[in-house]
């Protein structure tokens, strides 16, 4: 008897499944077009299906669009906190995945402990997705490649490059790099670089990732340019951090060095004058909105595929 289909990481998937999954989110999308926001998909394949969505942190775009999207496919949705659950008092992980399996259909995560992630899955009898953990973001990496394709075509052989922190959402593009063969280069400060077991990976599975501190040299004639915030939840030190990111902010000079019709992506939340400039975000290149809406289409092939309908 083989076990749930789970949806970790990225580095732990085929890529056909993964290609699988964008391809069944754009035709979801396609569908659902001129269709009012609240109404139910064409096909609503997850009737009687109940998602229960674990939030240890704060969310806007995961917890709304796991909602939205369970609902949208005919299926419901079950919020939970970490201070509404035993989880909260004590209870382990493990007691928490058994119980919760017997309830519900598939199971959200979205904590700061990848291990609670790893915990859940193992002992889990339903599919359990990764929401968000302190070292990844697949879901999100989902979208992003929907959005550059939709926009630029098929993204393999394409030149991506990230300034900024070395944070869960630029591990999670060197894994979407291996996965969907497109060349990626990573600009960070010293002090915040990636973790070098994904680089590891990468350079173990024939992925074209380079690394520089220099973010004019990562940003040169790339197809695509990518940050993201430069003060995660829970992190401290807020000044010092920004000094030392603020070389690698996206301004509109730095977005220049890129091909002229280059691509802007920010998975969000954006704060303006810290890790891009309001021009940028607010410009021409910019995708980050349909990037904020493909996390929908995006959630509802995860769904689908980890629930095999």
Same mark, same amino acid.
């Given at each position: ?6 949806? *970790?990481? $990225?580095?732990? &998937?085929?890529?056909?499944? +993964?290609?699988?999954?964008? =391809?069944? /989110? ?80 598939? *199971?959200? $995560?979205?904590? &700061?402990?990848?291990?609670? +992630?790893?915990?859940?899955? =193992?002992? /889990? ?185």
């Amino acid at each position: 008897m083989t076990g749930p289909r789970h949806f *970790l990481d $990225l580095d732990r &998937l085929d890529a056909a499944d +993964l290609r699988a999954i964008i =391809e069944r /989110a754009k035709r979801i999308k396609e569908a659902r077009a001129g269709l009012p926001k609240g109404a139910v998909d064409p096909q609503t394949p997850l009737d009687g299906h109940i998602l229960a969505a674990l939030f240890e942190r704060e969310s806007t775009r995961t917890r709304v669009s796991f909602d939205v999207g369970m609902r949208q496919l005919g299926g419901r949705t079950m919020v939970l906190t970490g201070d509404e659950m035993q989880l909260g008092r004590g209870e382990s992980v493990a007691d928490t995945a058994r119980v919760l399996s017997r309830f519900v259909d598939v *199971l959200m $995560l979205r904590t &700061l402990r990848h291990d609670y +992630l790893l915990e859940l899955a =193992e002992h /889990a009898s339903v599919p359990v997705i990764n929401g968000l953990t302190q070292l990844t973001h697949p879901c999100q990496l989902m979208a992003d490649v929907m959005t550059i394709e939709e926009h630029r075509g098929p993204i393999a052989g394409k030149v991506v490059a990230w300034t900024g922190d070395g944070n869960n959402v630029c591990a999670s593009l060197v894994h979407a790099a291996v996965k969907f063969d497109f060349e990626l280069r990573i600009a960070t400060p010293k002090k915040y670089v990636l973790r070098p077991d994904v680089l590891d990976w990468a350079g173990e599975n024939g992925g074209r990732v380079t690394t520089t501190n220099d973010p004019w040299e990562a940003v040169k004639n790339a197809d695509c340019v990518f940050t993201d915030t430069f003060v995660s939840m829970g992190q401290t030190g807020r000044e010092k951090r920004l000094e030392r990111l603020a070389p690698f902010r996206v301004t509109a000079r730095l977005l220049a060095e890129a091909k002229p019709d280059a691509l802007f992506l920010h998975c969000l939340p954006a704060h303006r004058g810290e890790e891009m400039d309001a021009d940028v975000i607010d410009g021409p290149q910019s995708v980050v909105w349909d990037e904020a809406e493909n996390r929908l289409h995006v959630q509802k092939g995860i769904l689908l595929w980890c629930l095999e309908k």
